[in-house]
Nanobody
Framework: QVQLIESGGALVQAGGSLRLSCAASGRTSTLAAMGWFRQAPGQDRDFVAATRWGGGLTYAADYADSVKGRFTISRDNAKNTVYLQMNSLKPEDTATYYC?????????????????WGKGTLVIVSS
């Protein structure tokens, strides 16, 4: 089992920035991909960003088109923590953000790829 604890959600004005964190604990020996999804009220849970093992000591990042150039995902393997730096926030970024892990597969693009979910952290962007 892997436990995921998110933090960093808040109310912020449009154009502002936030950094989300997600710390993994438990069976963390293999965390092939870590990332974030988000879900707005009444909407599906959508992919935001993920960092996946790219071979050797490298990790590759993937982003949803809607956040490219504004959000940056990073990972600290020593702390089993993944971060999401969100800049130039827009009201349409308002959602609950969920940390997600795929333990053995590098794919983390749709909810069915996810092995473990966090409980979510709420981000509200006011206009």
């Amino acid at each position: 089992q892997v436990q995921l604890i998110e933090s960093g959600g808040a109310l912020v004005q449009a154009g502002g920035s936030l950094r989300l964190s997600c710390a993994a604990s438990g069976r963390t020996s293999t965390l092939a991909a870590m990332g974030w999804f988000r879900q707005a009220p009444g909407q599906d849970r959508d992919f935001v960003a993920a960092t996946r093992w790219g071979g050797g000591l490298t990790y590759a990042a993937d982003y949803a088109d809607s956040v490219k150039g504004r959000f940056t995902i990073s990972r600290d393997n020593a702390k089993n923590t993944v971060y999401l730096q969100m800049n130039s926030l827009k009201p349409e970024d308002t959602a609950t953000y969920y940390c997600a892990v795929a333990q053995t597969s590098g794919a983390l693009k749709v909810p069915r790829d996810v092995d473990y979910w966090g409980k979510g952290t709420l981000v509200i962007v006011s206009s």
